[in-house]
């Protein structure tokens, strides 16, 4: 499997409701600056207006951050190293035992290795996919919800996804000394 393949697979399983996504957030956009219009029109009582304006700020804010995320959703984050492909096996079957110390729900290996992780549980699942190569390694980490929609995780994903990099690059120092 090639660092292509890897990235068609992720794009495959993230881009299936994309497009009702971005109708909701352009919809709450499109409410929010009718509000704004509406606010701006009802000079006459300035605390109302205000209150139009600042309680249609929320909306707008939260759907453009919504946008943002859309389009970043499905890229794969890669770190290019020096390890042979052997080693950043050895170091992604590292970061699987560091994974199951804590909770790990579900792993299967095929042409990638995909696992399932909850931190606390009462919080998020996430969907972690890695790929090793030589001198590469991809991952990419979904917030995963029991709706078919998906969720907003205001950034835990991305968190969590910068969180495994530095443990990997901790870890593989170990590797190439």
Request: hydrophobic share 40%; charged share 25%; aromatic share 12%.
């Amino acid at each position: 499997m090639s660092l292509d393949e890897f990235e068609k697979i992720i794009k495959r399983k993230t881009n299936s409701d994309k497009g009702f996504n971005y109708l909701v957030c352009f919809s709450f956009i499109a409410f929010s600056l009718y509000m704004i219009v509406e606010g701006v029109k009802d000079s006459r009582n300035t605390t109302r207006a205000l209150c139009f304006i600042l309680v249609s700020l929320f909306p707008l804010l939260l759907s453009g951050y919504g946008i943002w995320i859309l389009k970043n959703k499905h890229k794969v984050q890669t770190w290019n190293n020096n390890l042979t492909k052997e080693q950043n096996i050895e170091l992604l079957n590292w970061l699987l035992s560091e994974f199951k110390k804590k909770n790990l729900i579900s792993m299967s290996v095929k042409d990638h290795t995909k696992f399932f992780y909850k931190k606390r549980w009462w919080g998020l699942s996430y969907s972690i996919d890695l790929f090793a190569d030589k001198n590469l390694i991809a991952l990419h980490i979904d917030s995963t919800s029991n709706s078919s929609r998906g969720m907003v995780d205001f950034g835990a994903s991305r968190r969590l996804q910068n969180k495994v990099l530095v443990m990997l690059k901790k870890q593989s120092v170990i590797y190439s000394a």
